[in-house]
């Protein structure tokens, strides 16, 4: 394990299914963040979150929404997704946002919309 | 928008060096060179990063040329293991985040 524990490793859902991707890190690091890695594609990030407060969301439709309970715990509720959303979902944390610091990510939820 | 370059594979053979180059000409005077690999369907990992000096560590060594436009990523003895997707990106600390080019696939072959 990384220190960053992404559930779970594979979803398969239906375009009317709502689901969860839940990350938890327990690296004391204050900042969390959302990618899609879609086929053949780079890294995208999707959503950006320091101290519980989101910092940035790149255009990214409705159908996904994050949630940061707490600086430990990140989630991204998924509803009436599409068949091009299927992707590797990987979730990261670092110390602080910005700062030299790397991230340390999980190894992804593998999502297949059917 | 990514701000390097990379080749897009490369081969090594198992137990040499591997050296993976990075062009990054555009490169302001407080970004710093990170290096990331991803291993097939993983997470990536870090690997090291730098400003102006090299840098070594368990991992890899980080050279970066004099006038920072380009960095090379040197692993001392690459084994199977090593085969992965290198990924040099150039970011500062004061707010921008990772933005992940195609990198260099890299194929340790025995």
Not at chain 2, 78 to 105: E, M, S
Request: hydrophobic fraction near 30%.
């Amino acid at each position: 394990e990384t220190g960053v524990t992404q559930t779970p490793r594979h979803l398969v859902m239906g375009m009317t299914n709502k689901k969860s991707l839940k990350c938890e890190q327990h690296l004391g690091h204050n900042a969390m963040y959302w990618y899609k890695q879609s086929a053949k594609k780079p890294l995208e990030l999707m959503f950006v979150y320091s101290l519980e407060e989101r910092v940035e969301n790149n255009s990214v439709p409705s159908r996904f929404s994050p949630e940061c309970p707490n600086s430990s715990h990140l989630f991204l509720h998924l509803h009436t997704l599409q068949p091009e959303d299927s992707a590797l979902y990987l979730c990261a944390s670092s110390q602080v946002f910005g700062g030299p610091y790397g991230y340390t990510f999980g190894s992804g939820t593998r999502l297949t919309v059917v | 928008d990514a701000k390097t370059t990379q080749p897009t594979s490369m081969d090594c053979a198992e137990g040499r060096a591997a050296n993976l180059p990075c062009n990054h000409s555009t490169i302001s005077g407080n970004e710093y060179v990170y290096w990331y690999r991803q291993i097939h369907s993983q997470g990536p990992q870090y690997i090291i990063h730098g400003l102006k000096n090299n840098e070594t560590n368990e991992m890899a060594s980080l050279i970066i040329t004099e006038d920072r436009k380009s960095s090379t990523l040197i692993l001392p003895h690459a084994t199977l293991r090593d085969t992965a997707v290198y990924y040099c990106i150039v970011r500062d600390n004061y707010g921008q985040n990772f933005v992940f080019g195609p990198g260099t696939r890299l194929s340790v072959l025995p």
